[in-house]
């Protein structure tokens, strides 16, 4: 139901993007995506570039009177570290950086030089991300639907940061405490106790004229059941959102829930078992709701949300540009070479862990319309009051015996 491009190069004039299929009668101002945009810039460990930028967003299609009309919205975020490049000459760049785009991009557009790969493959590109993200936050707050996020590893630096179980009101508030610690530091990391050491970790790293990579983990909030299918390896959500995050320069690893450390547990400590708790004492067992202590699945099963938090994590390779040389090859001569330093992060996981918010964000918003259809916000608040609750009244059962067969067979 919703698409989005982004154009735009690293040190090019701005960056653009177009987001369509959001429905008409959103209310909605740049005002709306500084925020965001903001949230973006900042993050310990950035390579100066964020003193020169201060990404503003202009709308310019798709919202008119303040309210979106259901037509393409078109952002346009400036690059102010254009007027400094503007008519430059510039030295020819030959020498690829290993883990970039630059040798890939060269093979595969037969480029002359590598700076026209790295000026499209930069994630630069990701503030067009975020204010595409912010427009689909704005969209999923209307649903009472909340995203946040907060970096979980530095390096070899772990925070302490349990993942949650028990009571559906306390889960949520542990997230909500851990969005809103991350916001009060700049390695957006809600154990204070690992902030320091982390922060240390990107100095030193900074020292050694390295670059360092991370884990961050994105929640979303109050995300009805039924989001996404089954029946269709492109309409899983968590394929969906796998394949989102893992689209974010340099994330090269993403997982659901603790996927990963699901596969050191023995299934019947992995999957979240189901009771039905009734409303008070004296509910009638039909009135019951459905629900879990666990929520290991990370908000799917079947690829399909479950009504509980949606937690996608993403892992961050050390940025590829480092101040130290690596061994490369000069294409210009055929020598071997070691690359030069070009202006760059030392560790971008806080500020990935934002963009990544927004790609969430916009898979939420996408899935979303896709349940409840509708063009305009007025038919999706009536058919999301009509969304099927996960409760035992609504999903009564036959009961009874019937015979698995197909009709037109012999
Ligand atoms: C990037 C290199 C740096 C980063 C940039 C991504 O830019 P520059 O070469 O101009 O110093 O700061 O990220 C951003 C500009 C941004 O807005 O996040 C790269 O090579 O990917």
Same mark, same amino acid.
């Given at each position: 139901m919703l698409r989005f491009l982004t154009a735009g190069e690293s040190h090019g004039p701005s960056l653009t993007a177009i987001l369509e299929g959001?429905?008409?009668?959103?209310?909605?101002?740049?005002?709306?995506?500084?925020?965001?945009?903001?949230r973006r810039q900042k993050g310990y460990g950035s390579g100066g570039r964020m003193e020169i930028e201060k990404d503003a967003v202009r709308i310019t299609a798709g919202v008119m009177g303040g309210?979106?009309?259901?037509?393409?919205?078109?952002?346009?975020i400036e690059n102010r570290?254009?007027?400094?490049? &503007?008519?430059?000459?510039?030295?020819?760049?030959?020498?690829?950086?290993?883990?970039?785009?630059?040798?890939?991009?060269a093979i595969k557009y037969g480029h002359r030089d590598l700076r026209l790969t790295l000026e499209r493959a930069s994630a630069r590109e990701t503030a067009a991300r975020v204010a595409v993200g912010a427009v689909c936050r704005h969209l999923l707050s209307q649903f009472g639907i909340v995203i946040g996020?907060?970096?979980?590893?530095?390096?070899?630096?772990?925070?302490?940061?349990?993942?949650?179980?028990g009571k559906?009101?306390?889960? &949520?508030?542990?997230?909500?405490?851990?969005?809103?610690?991350?916001?009060?530091?700049?390695? &957006?990391?809600?154990?204070?106790?690992?902030? &320091?050491?982390?922060q240390q970790a990107v100095a030193d790293t900074m020292q050694?004229?390295?670059?360092?990579?991370?884990?961050f983990e994105v929640v979303a909030l109050g995300v009805p059941p039924g989001l996404g299918s089954y029946v269709h390896w492109d309409r899983r959500l968590s394929a969906r959102l796998l394949g989102a995050v893992g689209s974010i320069q340099a994330v090269k690893g993403v997982e659901i829930g603790p996927a990963f450390e699901n596969t050191r547990l023995p299934g019947s400590q992995v999957h979240d078992e189901i009771s039905a708790e009734p409303a008070d004492q004296d509910a009638k067992a039909s009135a019951a709701a459905l629900t879990r202590r666990t929520n290991r699945c990370g908000g799917m099963e079947g690829g399909v949300s479950t009504g509980q938090p949606i937690v996608v994590r993403g892992a961050m390779k050390p940025i590829a540009t480092t101040l130290v040389p690596l061994q490369s090859v000069d294409l210009a001569t055929g020598r071997p070479a070691t690359t030069h330093y070009e202006r760059s992060d030392y560790c971008a996981v806080p500020r990935a862990a934002v963009v990544a918010e927004a790609m969430v964000a916009f898979v939420m918003a996408d899935t979303l319309t896709e349940k409840l259809g509708g063009d305009s916000l007025v038919e999706m608040h009536a058919r999301f009051e009509a969304l099927r609750p996960g409760e035992l009244d609504e999903l009564q059962m036959d009961g009874v015996p019937w015979q698995f067969d197909y009709y037109d067979q012999e």
């Amino acid at each position: 139901m919703l698409r989005f491009l982004t154009a735009g190069e690293s040190h090019g004039p701005s960056l653009t993007a177009i987001l369509e299929g959001m429905p008409a009668g959103l209310p909605l101002t740049a005002s709306d995506l500084q925020s965001d945009m903001r949230r973006r810039q900042k993050g310990y460990g950035s390579g100066g570039r964020m003193e020169i930028e201060k990404d503003a967003v202009r709308i310019t299609a798709g919202v008119m009177g303040g309210k979106t009309t259901g037509s393409p919205i078109a952002l346009h975020i400036e690059n102010r570290d254009w007027i400094n490049w &503007r008519g430059k000459e510039i030295a020819p760049m030959t020498i690829p950086r290993p883990g970039h785009a630059d040798l890939v991009g060269a093979i595969k557009y037969g480029h002359r030089d590598l700076r026209l790969t790295l000026e499209r493959a930069s994630a630069r590109e990701t503030a067009a991300r975020v204010a595409v993200g912010a427009v689909c936050r704005h969209l999923l707050s209307q649903f009472g639907i909340v995203i946040g996020s907060y970096v979980v590893a530095i390096g070899d630096l772990s925070a302490d940061l349990p993942y949650p179980s028990g009571k559906e009101s306390s889960v &949520r508030q542990t997230y909500l405490d851990r969005f809103e610690a991350a916001e009060d530091n700049e390695v &957006r990391c809600p154990d204070k106790r690992a902030v &320091r050491p982390m922060q240390q970790a990107v100095a030193d790293t900074m020292q050694a004229k390295d670059t360092i990579g991370g884990i961050f983990e994105v929640v979303a909030l109050g995300v009805p059941p039924g989001l996404g299918s089954y029946v269709h390896w492109d309409r899983r959500l968590s394929a969906r959102l796998l394949g989102a995050v893992g689209s974010i320069q340099a994330v090269k690893g993403v997982e659901i829930g603790p996927a990963f450390e699901n596969t050191r547990l023995p299934g019947s400590q992995v999957h979240d078992e189901i009771s039905a708790e009734p409303a008070d004492q004296d509910a009638k067992a039909s009135a019951a709701a459905l629900t879990r202590r666990t929520n290991r699945c990370g908000g799917m099963e079947g690829g399909v949300s479950t009504g509980q938090p949606i937690v996608v994590r993403g892992a961050m390779k050390p940025i590829a540009t480092t101040l130290v040389p690596l061994q490369s090859v000069d294409l210009a001569t055929g020598r071997p070479a070691t690359t030069h330093y070009e202006r760059s992060d030392y560790c971008a996981v806080p500020r990935a862990a934002v963009v990544a918010e927004a790609m969430v964000a916009f898979v939420m918003a996408d899935t979303l319309t896709e349940k409840l259809g509708g063009d305009s916000l007025v038919e999706m608040h009536a058919r999301f009051e009509a969304l099927r609750p996960g409760e035992l009244d609504e999903l009564q059962m036959d009961g009874v015996p019937w015979q698995f067969d197909y009709y037109d067979q012999e």
